[in-house]
Nanobody, 130 residues
Framework: QVQLVESGGGLVQVGESLRLSCSAS????????MNWFRQAPGKERDFVAS????????YYNDAVKDRFTISRDNTKNMVYLQMSNLKPEDTAVYYC???????????????????????WGQGTQVTVSS
């Protein structure tokens, strides 16, 4: 199994930047597609960004494209999410996800299905204040 721990969240102003980190342990990290999701209060968990095992391919939610960048360092078992030009609508808890079976849908996930697509980290809060 893979264990994930996110860090780097916080309170920022509109237009500022923040970098989230996700530390992975357990299985061979370098073979796994990694994702970032986010969940705002009262809403479903939503896809943010994905990166292939080698880092060669990335994919983004249209809402964050050109503002967020996902990257990974397989030598350190780390995944990052660099967030720039943050907006109030980016406020959410951000979750790191390991796609162990290449089955995680890159879209909204209802609460009843979240555990089907784990493992997840504990989440890190990002609050963007205007």
């Amino acid at each position: 199994q893979v264990q994930l721990v996110e860090s780097g969240g916080g309170l920022v102003q509109v237009g500022e930047s923040l970098r989230l980190s996700c530390s992975a342990s357990g299985r061979t990290f370098s073979t796994i597609t990694m994702n970032w999701f986010r969940q705002a209060p009262g809403k479903e968990r939503d896809f943010v960004a994905s990166i292939s095992w080698s880092g060669a391919s990335t994919y983004y939610n249209d809402a964050v494209k050109d503002r967020f960048t996902i990257s990974r360092d397989n030598t350190k078992n780390m995944v990052y999410l660099q967030m720039s030009n943050l907006k109030p609508e980016d406020t959410a808890v951000y979750y790191c996800n390991a796609d162990l079976r290449d089955t995680v849908p890159l879209t909204k996930i209802p609460a009843s299905k979240i555990n089907d697509f784990g493992p997840w980290g504990q989440g890190t809060q990002v609050t963007v204040s205007s």
